[in-house]
């Protein structure tokens, strides 16, 4: 069975602080794929990035990073230097080779205070 | 338009009553995805479409939800004898073949 587990419900920090946020996985297939996804309170889901399952390579973009370990079924989010824009809910998705579904995590709230 | 559009933004109905919720992919995008978000919960997965086919609707709670695509673009999500358990998010995605979706801004319907 596929499903994604985010067990951050919630995390407080302080403007410039690193934060985070947690992704495990569970999946039979051998080819999968990874996603953050960002939803401000304005209520849109914003993709950030996709990971393939073959492709351990993590990833920085400008504040943010990812670093994805198929030996423990991680996908974990890190946010560099956090801003006030940065607070949302950030969820964890995961897709089977034929992309009929995406798993999603029950996602993490983030409260960036100034 | 450059995004996934969904129509109305919100709607108010009454129990009881039929309601369908309009979605309009990103143009070229042959995947399209329905999922329903529940106050302060995660995403729920209705159905599937690739072209105008479903190959997955195992998500659809029960036979008052039904949901089309037309000419491989355009969706409608139908939900008849609306319940108050019906209100929440519905949210609609898109994709090209094998990559990730797009997410609309959301329908949020509330039963009265």
């Known amino acids: 069975a596929q499903k994604v587990t985010q067990a951050q419900t919630e995390i407080s920090v302080v403007e410039k602080e690193d934060v985070t946020l947690d992704c495990v996985y569970e999946?039979?297939?051998?080819?999968?794929?990874l996603f953050w996804y960002k939803q401000p309170p304005s209520g849109e889901l914003v993709f950030l990035i996709r990971?393939?399952?073959?492709?351990?390579q993590n990833e920085i973009s400008g504040r943010y990073s990812w670093n994805f370990q198929k030996s423990t079924s991680s996908f974990n989010f890190t946010i560099t230097a956090s801003q006030v824009v940065d607070s949302a809910v950030y969820f964890c998705?995961?897709?089977?080779?034929?992309?009929?579904?995406?798993?999603f995590g029950s996602g993490t709230k983030l409260n960036v205070k100034p | 338009g450059a995004g996934v559009s969904q129509s109305p933004s919100n709607k108010v109905t009454e129990k009881g009553k039929d309601v369908e919720l309009r979605c309009d992919p990103i143009?070229?995008?042959?995947?399209l995805y329905w999922y329903r978000q529940s106050l302060g919960q995660g995403l729920e997965f209705l159905i599937y479409?690739?072209?105008?086919?479903?190959?997955?609707k195992s998500g659809l709670p029960s036979d008052r939800f039904s949901a089309e695509r037309t000419g491989g673009s355009v969706s409608t999500l139908t939900i008849q004898r609306t319940q108050q358990e019906d209100s929440a998010v519905y949210l609609c995605?898109?994709?090209?073949?094998?990559?990730?979706?797009?997410f609309g801004q959301g329908t949020r319907l509330t039963v009265v």
């Open positions: 995605a898109s994709s090209l073949r094998d990559s990730e979706a797009f």
């Open positions: 999946t039979r297939d051998t080819t999968y794929y």
């Open positions: 990971r393939n399952s073959f492709d351990e």
């Open positions: 998705a995961l897709s089977s080779p034929n992309f009929n579904k995406f798993y």
């Open positions: 143009s070229g995008h042959t995947a």
């Open positions: 479409f690739q072209g105008n086919s479903a190959p997955d």
